[in-house]
Nanobody, 121 residues
Framework: VQLQASGGGLVQPGGSLRLYCTAS????????VGWFRQAPGNQRDLVAA???????NYADSVKGRFTISRDDAKNTVYLQMNSLKPEDTAVYYC????????????????WGQGTLVTVSS
């Protein structure tokens, strides 16, 4: 089952966006889920993770600006992005992950469609 990301768009520096990660069925229940991003020419990096208990963790690059949350009843994981910077420009993906620890986590499922976030004036 693939997870689909949506909610991206063009935003000015300092602005906000909310991304949505959805799936058919209750795939999120009992699973840790993460948001990844991939800028052109770069590898795909994990930036935020949330456990099935609601514990969250963040990469240093987004800590204090991004907030991950989940609503298992709606089969949705959210990424609220505030104080956006040009370096946040990337395609964002979501996936189930193996760990809440950012450096140790590995993606568990196949990759679905990402959503492009462009931060530019």
């Amino acid at each position: 089952v693939q997870l689909q990301a949506s909610g991206g768009g063009l935003v000015q520096p300092g602005g906000s966006l909310r991304l949505y990660c959805t799936a058919s069925g209750s795939i999120f229940s009992g699973n840790t889920v993460g948001w990844f991003r991939q800028a052109p020419g770069n590898q795909r990096d994990l930036v935020a993770a949330i456990s099935y208990l609601g514990t969250s963790n963040y990469a240093d690059s987004v800590k204090g600006r991004f907030t991950i949350s989940r609503d298992d009843a709606k089969n949705t994981v959210y990424l609220q992005m505030n104080s956006l910077k040009p370096e946040d420009t990337a395609v964002y993906y979501c996936n189930r992950i193996s760990s809440i620890t950012i450096m140790a986590a590995r993606p568990l499922g196949s990759w679905g469609q990402g959503t492009l976030v462009t931060v530019s004036s």
